[in-house]
């Protein structure tokens, strides 16, 4: 997840203009229940959710759900792009703290991976069997990949990484989070999909860290 790894809807743009007639909500009470809406989507998944379930769970109207996006199916894909969109921002702040082109690449997939365990395994199947959401994460996994392909070309090209082929490197961390995403190496592994990018940092930075690991 880099900068250019979530969905990005900018500050307000995930929130779809009220039509005419439907009830306005303020910038506050939208937050509010975005963020309310996006724990419980973490944390218990989708499927199952009705409109009727959210505002009982929510404790408000399906009026004021309905000012926040348009039906159930926009509801979800709209907390889903906030998670990407934030966990965009930790990542890439805390990627920033790091002066090592090796250590980035490493902080960078293991901030991925704890991101990533926010997202229950519930949530993460759903996710990926919703044509909308599944076109979410593709978007957000194929931004991650092609923000490790920069990191290690970068390092090569600098000499801060060892003398490695950048394009082979690049490609073979790409097809392993494309088995994530697919949850094949999950499904082999029994890994969730946040350990299997943290084991995914160790792995990389070995590939190209001149020091021996």
Known sequence: MGSDLAVRPGARAVRRAAGAGRKRLDDDRRDELLGKLQGMVLAEGFAGLTVDMLATRLQCSKSTLYALSSNRHHLVATALKRFFHDAAEQVEQEVAAVA???QQIAVYLAAVGRQMRRM?????DDMLDNDTTREIYTVNSLAATSRVRRMIHAGVESGDFRAVHAEFVSQAVGLLIDGIHSRELLASTGLSSGDAFIEL?????GAVSKTPR
């Open 120 to 124: 229950s395994a519930a949530c993460y």
């Open 201 to 205: 940092s160790d792995l990389v930075l």
């Open 100 to 102: 090592d082109p090796a």
